[in-house]
């Protein structure tokens, strides 16, 4: 049989890939400096034109009030944060609606089950 079968789960990273936090001693140090204090993996997400243009225009406020730049990663990164320190079961979820009224408030929140 070649391959893995599509119900397997992938293996886990190995320590080395998991420990991303710089490049490699023969790779150059390119582009921004690597701010990352976890181990961290790079993704690519699709995201709608009106939520980019919301990342962009908070990007931009927020470096016109605090006279700071802030990228749209990190902006993500923050929000996600929240969510996590939140302490809402998001698992709650079943649409990207549910989501969003479990994270604005605008539905109860339900008990865990036992």
Do not use: C
């Amino acid at each position: 049989m070649l391959g893995r079968p599509s119900n397997d789960i992938p293996p886990r990273l190995t320590d080395r890939e998991e420990k991303r936090v710089s490049p490699g001693p023969n790779k150059p140090n390119r582009g921004r400096p690597i701010v990352h204090t976890e181990p961290w993996a790079k993704i690519t997400v699709v995201l709608l034109d009106r939520h980019v243009a919301y990342l962009d225009r908070l990007a931009i406020d927020i470096r016109l009030k605090h006279g700071r730049a802030i990228s749209r990663a990190e902006i993500i990164r923050g929000l996600i944060e929240a969510a996590f320190q939140s302490g809402i079961d998001l698992s709650q979820a079943d649409s990207i609606d549910t989501l969003v009224e479990l994270l604005t408030g605008s539905m109860p929140k339900r008990k865990a089950v036992r």
